[in-house]
């Protein structure tokens, strides 16, 4: 499992019956997770004060019940800011397990001793997209949803990497890929973080079970001649990192890549395990 113990301004401070209590900084959080199926006991006192809670809803969906929380504050990662917001559906707009996979591509670009391009797609809020700018990379930061792109845009302002070689696209990302490869455009490393399901702007449907191979394979067209890493990211639930990595292997055949999976996990203070968090490849060349 890859994880991170160098974060300060988060912690997950533990997790029983369904529900994680989370340090944000200075917010205590309480949010549901299914993998959590476990019922231990609540002894930490900030099960019972914390910030704000997101109570699901037994008709779908939920809300937010919030005792005290400004509209959004910031949390810092090493020299990396982000700006967090209680969002619908839980999220905050950090998924704070990636901050192994941040370091790792940080760490990549640095000692790649040239320049790197690198694309994000689904690239959400742009956390992969600050770490790559702060690491020294040019990033082309591709999501369909307006506000995220504009969230990532903050988050590389606070993060103070807003006036290097980004580019912030809008779009569907599977048509831009296309449109990417017929003018010739090519990237030393691909990051995607794509959803479990989805909608396109055609109506097309997305499900990662079904759409994740092909679109790995389109994504190999937008490869440069030498390229430096791919990583995926999976949040589905069933679809191991073993597959990933087989999907990658198969779908960047004769690249001479090596990938490798694994789950993603946050230690929890309060037991000293390990949260499973879903699963990365991150593919070498």
């Given at each position: 499992m890859w994880t991170s113990n160098k974060w300060e301004d988060y912690e997950l401070i533990d997790c029983s019956s369904g529900e994680r209590l989370e340090r944000w900084g200075d917010r205590i959080l309480i949010r549901p997770d299914p993998q959590v199926i476990w019922d231990t006991p609540r002894r930490d006192r900030r099960w019972r004060e914390a910030d704000?809670?997101?109570?699901?809803?037994?008709?779908?969906?939920g809300a937010w019940d919030k005792r005290s929380l400004p509209e959004s504050w910031q949390i810092r990662?090493?020299?990396?800011?982000?700006?967090?917001k209680p969002m619908n559906f839980k999220h905050t707009g950090i998924f704070p397990e990636q901050a192994s996979?941040?370091?790792?591509?940080?760490d990549r670009i640095k000692n790649a001793g040239r320049p790197i391009s690198v694309l994000?797609?689904?690239?959400?809020t742009g956390a992969a997209t600050v770490a790559a700018l702060s690491a020294g990379a040019s990033v082309c930061h591709v999501d369909a949803a307006?506000?995220?792109?504009?969230?990532?845009?903050?988050n590389a302002a606070a993060s103070g990497v807003a006036d290097k070689n980004v580019r912030w696209i809008v779009d569907d990302c599977a048509k831009f890929v296309e449109r990417e490869i017929r003018r010739g455009h090519r990237y030393d490393a691909v990051i995607m973080d794509p959803p479990s399901y989805g909608r396109g702007p055609g109506g097309e449907i997305w499900k990662l079970e079904t759409s994740l191979a092909p679109f790995v394979r389109l994504c190999a067209g937008v490869l440069s001649d030498d390229p430096l890493f791919v990583l995926i990211n999976s949040y589905t639930t069933?679809?191991?990192?073993?597959t990933?990595?087989?999907?990658?292997?198969?779908?960047?055949?004769g690249r001479g890549g090596r990938a490798e999976s694994r789950e993603l996990g946050l230690p929890v203070t309060a037991?000293?395990?390990?949260?499973?968090?879903?699963?990365?490849?991150?593919?070498?060349?």
């Open positions: 704000a809670r997101y109570q699901r809803s037994g008709t779908g969906g990662y090493g020299s990396l800011t982000f700006n967090v996979n941040w370091d790792w591509a940080m994000n797609l689904f690239a959400y307006k506000g995220m792109v504009q969230w990532a845009k903050e069933g679809l191991s990192a073993s990933v990595s087989y999907v990658a292997q198969t779908a960047l055949a037991t000293g395990l390990c949260l499973p968090c879903g699963a990365s490849c991150r593919m070498e060349f």
